[in-house]
C-alpha cells in the first residue's frame, strides 16, 4: 500500500469530517483505497429499458421509463402503505412502499416522467414493484454512457450519500488516480491473461463509458481477488503441511480384517474403495488428516465411516462419530451395531436425551478406554465428554455443525485425531476448491449397484386427482407412498393447519378399510412419532403424510413415491433430500412436485432442474447459482468468502483460472523467491499475517 491508497477519506473533496464519520461507521470507508474498492453492484444503462407488457416473470429485475398518473394511501397509521400507479406506452403497474412513505411522497409527482428499477411482483392479477429505485427522469444523468449504481444506507442517503452522491464521491477519486496506483500482479501474468492495469481497473469500475469498459474492469478485479485468495489457501496448506502431526496407523488392523473377510454385508463399490485406499494413505504420511467425503444421499458414506473407524480401533485407539440430529444419530447407532455386532467392538450412543445415569456410565467407559465408538449429537463436543485415546473423528453431514464446533473435537487427544467431515450435500467443486483450500476432497460419485434413477415431474394443482390415481396404482402393486408438506418452521400455525387439511383431504380420498393413512409432526410426542413411523415402516399403512421431519434418517425401501407439497416452498438441496427418501429398493420409484401456478423464475428453475437430473452435484451447481455460496454453509465464519467483487457462483471459470495460475507460481517458487513475485510475497505476507488461523480448524 502506498500514501495515496492509505489517505483518510475526510481529505477527498466533497467528504470533510461529517460525512467522513459516516462513511467510517456505516460502510466502512476509511480511506482513499476502500472507497476505491467500494464496488458499484450494478450500471444504470439508459438505452435499455423493459416495457410493462412484457413482464412475465416474478421476482425478475425490470427498469422501465414512464410517468406516475395516481398516488393513494392506505391502511392504518401503523401500517401505512402507500402505492401509485406508473404507466408506460403499453401498460400500468403499481409501485409500493410499505415503509418510508413519509419521505417517498413528496417525491412522487403526478404527470412527471421517472425511471424506476426494482423486482416485479404478482398481487392478485396486478404487476407491481415493491420499493423501486426511484428516479426522475430529467435527474437521470444525459451524458452518454453508463451509471454506477452504489448500495447506500438509510444515514447516508439522509446527508446525499445515497448512491447519486457517492458516485460524485467516486467520479472525484479516480481522477485523482493516475500514476498512484502500483501493480500488484506480475507483469507476466497480466500480459498471458489480458487483463487490464489496476489503475485502469479502478478508474474504469467507477466510470465506464461502455460496457466492455466495465467487463475488463470488473474482470481484472475478480481476478486479483481470486487470485490472492488462491495464493493465500496454497500458502497455508503448505505451512500446514509442515507443521501438524498426526497419528501413524501403521496396519488396518485385526477388527477391520475380520470385518472385512468375514462380516461385509456387500461388496464396496469402486468409489467407496477408492476413498478408503485415500484414508489409508492419509493414515500412513504422519500428518494430522483433515478430509471432506462429498457423497450424494444413498452412496454408502456410512460404510466408508465404520471402516474408517475399524482401523483406528485395529491400532489401538478409541473413534467418534458426530451426527447432526438426535434421529440420524439414534439410525447410525442402530445400523452400525448390527454390523458390528460379531465384533469384539464396543459402541455406545450419547445423545441430549441420554439419561444422567447412562452418561456417567458413559463418561467413565470413554475414560478407561472400554468404549470403542462413541454415536452422538452435540451432546460429543462438551467437556466433561473426555476420551483414553481418541484417534479418529467422522463428522457426518458437517455443514449444519459450525466451525468453531469442530475445532473442539480436535483438542481430545494430544495429538489431534484424523477427522473426516461427510456431507450428502455436494458441494460444486470450485467451491469445495476455494472453501476447503486446505482440506482434502474424496468424492463417491457412484451409487450402490442396482439403483434405478428415480423419474420425477411437476405437477399442478389441477392434476391433483391424477396424482390420486396414480397412488391407487403404486397402492395395488404393493408400494407405499410419502406426503411431505412444507413445516419450514413447526409452529407456524398456518402451516400446520394446510398439513392437517392435506391429512384430512388424504383420508378422505383414500378411506378405510382399503387404505391406511400414517401421519408424523414435529408437535408429536416423540413415542407416538415412533409407533407412526414403525407402522409405516412394517407395511401396516401405505401412506406417510409428513412434514420434513422425515428429511433425514427414515429408510423404507418399500416407499416408492415421494409427493412433495408446495414444492415452491423448498429450497433445492432440501429437496433434494426428500427425493432420497425413495429409490432405496428394486423398485422404480417416482417423485412428484406438487405446486401452485404462480411461480418466480428462479423457483421453475429449480423445479425444472429437480425434474431433470438426479445428480446432486448437479443440483447444488444450480443451488449455489441462485441462491450464493454465503447460504450454502456457515461460511461468513470463516470469513473466508468476504469477496469484494467476484462471486464464486459466477464466476466459476475465473476460480478455476485464478487457481491454476496460483498453484503454477507456487510450484516454480514455493517461496516466491524470484524478483518477478516480491510484491506478491510483500502483499500475501500482510494477508498471512492479519487473519487469524481459521485453516486449522475449517
Ligand atoms: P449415505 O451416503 O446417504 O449415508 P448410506 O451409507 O446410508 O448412504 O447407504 C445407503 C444404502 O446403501 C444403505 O442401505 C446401505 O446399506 C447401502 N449400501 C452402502 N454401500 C453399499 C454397497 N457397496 N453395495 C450395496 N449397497 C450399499
Ligand atoms: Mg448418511
Redesign the pocket.
Known sequence: MNDFLLTPIEFLKGVGPQRAELLRAEVGIFTFGDLLNYFPFRYIDRSKYNRIDELIYLDSFAQIRGRIIQVSESGSARHKKLSAKFQDESGVIDLVWFQGGKWIKPLLKIGSEYQIFGKAKLYGATWSIPHPELTEWKDVSQKSGLQPVYSSTEKLSSKGLHSKGIEKLTAALVMQIKGKIPESLPTYLISENKLISRESAYFFVHKPENEPHYIHARLRLKFEELFFLQMELLLRKQLGMRKSRGFVFEEVGQVFNDFYNHFM?????GA?KRVLKEIRKDFLTGHHMNRLLQ?????????VALLTMLIGIGNGFQAALMAPTEILAQQHFE?LKELIKELPVNLELLTGSTKKKNRKIIHEGLENGSIHILIGTHALLEDVVQFSNLGVVVI?EQHRFGVAQRAKMWRKNTIPPHVLI?T?TPIPRTLAMTFYGDLDVSV?DEL???RKPITTSHRYESYRLRVFGFMKEQIKLGRQVYIVYPLINESETLDFNNLMSGYEAISRAFPLPDYRVSIVHGQMKAEQKDFEMQRFVKGETQIMVATTVIEVGV?VPNASVMIIESAERFGLSQLHQLR?RVG?GAEQSYCILMSGDKLSKDTLRRLETMVRTNDGFEIAEVDLQLRGPGDLMGTQQSGLLNLKIADLAKDQQLVILAREEARKILGLDPELQQPVHATLKLILSEVLRSKPNWGKIA
Not at 454385508?265 to 463399490?269: A, G, I, S, V
Not at 450424494?296 to 456410512?302: A, E, F, L, N
Open positions: 454385508p456387500f461388496q464396496l463399490t467407496q457423497g450424494d444421499v444413498g452412496s454408502g458414506k456410512t460404510l445400523t457426518d461427510m450428502a463417491i450402490p449397484p442396482g429408510n432420497g432405496r
